[in-house]
């Protein structure tokens, strides 16, 4: 279980996050639902090492996770696929994908992992050969989440995964989430794209402002009022 207590992160002056806390548990989805700005990345980010909170604290299976490198956050088996898809451009999909597993508790099964994504997303399998520049804006988005399957995550983040995709392609990559809950994949999944995060998530954290201001199982966080109001257009 992924646990956030009481955390704090400021950018200079800024306060981006106020004593927020959560809890990820083992197998479910947990949703952030919130507006640009409101914190989501900031809060993955920290997380996942590269940002450091000035108070609270971020345990995972009950180790502080708050004072490691991000390098050993990952290998714990936190694993963040960021917003923007870093990929290496000038590599192949394969070569992109069996980078991402060179760490000793992913690299064993780095062959079996790379089958395991290419049957979640025959696409890449397709592409294996080609330079990561010359895929599209979705199949980036599924290599990003295969670069994050590689590495053997126990708890995986998901930021914004359907950011600027065709509506088709949000279709697939959320139908990918769904098949990785239904394996038992702990998923943190941060998505503008409220209705469909909170179908396919077990509980929800409303972050406004840097500030959880309402959490709840993701079916009565479809209920809400507010989130009806302020994030699902009535
Ligand atoms: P988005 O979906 O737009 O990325 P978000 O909810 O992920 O939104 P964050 O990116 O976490 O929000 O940003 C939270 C707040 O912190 C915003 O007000 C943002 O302007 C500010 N912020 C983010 N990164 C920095 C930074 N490097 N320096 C200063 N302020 C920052």
Redesign the pocket.
């Known amino acids: 279980m992924l646990r956030v207590e009481n955390l704090t992160v400021y ?2 002056a ?1 306060r ?1 996050l106020e004593d927020v806390s959560l809890v990820v548990p083992e197998g479910q989805v947990v949703s952030i639902v ?10 993955l980010n920290t997380v996942s090492g590269l940002l450091r909170p000035s108070r609270g604290s971020i345990s995972f299976d009950g180790v502080e996770l708050t004072a490691l490198p991000p390098h050993r956050i990952a290998r714990l088996g936190v694993v963040q696929v960021p ?1 923007g898809r870093s990929l290496f451009d000038d590599m192949s999909v394969r070569d992109n994908l069996l980078c991402a597993a060179m760490h000793p508790r992913a690299r064993p099964y780095r062959l079996r992992t790379l089958e395991e994504v290419f049957a979640l997303f025959p696409v890449l399998k397709e592409r294996a050969g080609q330079l990561a520049r010359t895929l599209s804006g979705g199949e980036r988005q599924m290599l990003a989440i295969g670069r994050g399957l590689m590495a053997q995550p126990k708890v995986l983040m998901l930021d ?1 995964p359907s950011l600027g995709l065709a509506p088709l392609v949000v279709r697939q990559i959320f139908e990918s989430v769904r098949q990785l809950k239904d394996r038992g994949l702990t998923i943190l999944l ?1 998505e ?1 794209n409220v209705r469909q995060s909170l179908t396919i998530s077990d509980y929800a954290y409303v ?1 406004e402002v ?1 500030r959880v201001v309402l959490e709840g199982p993701a079916h009565e966080m479809l209920r809400n009022p507010h989130v009806r109001e302020a994030y699902l257009g009535h």
Request: without cysteine; charged residues 15%; proline residues 0%.
């Open positions: 950018y200079g800024f981006a919130g507006a640009n700005g409101a914190g989501k990345s900031t809060l917003e914004e941060v503008q972050l840097g």
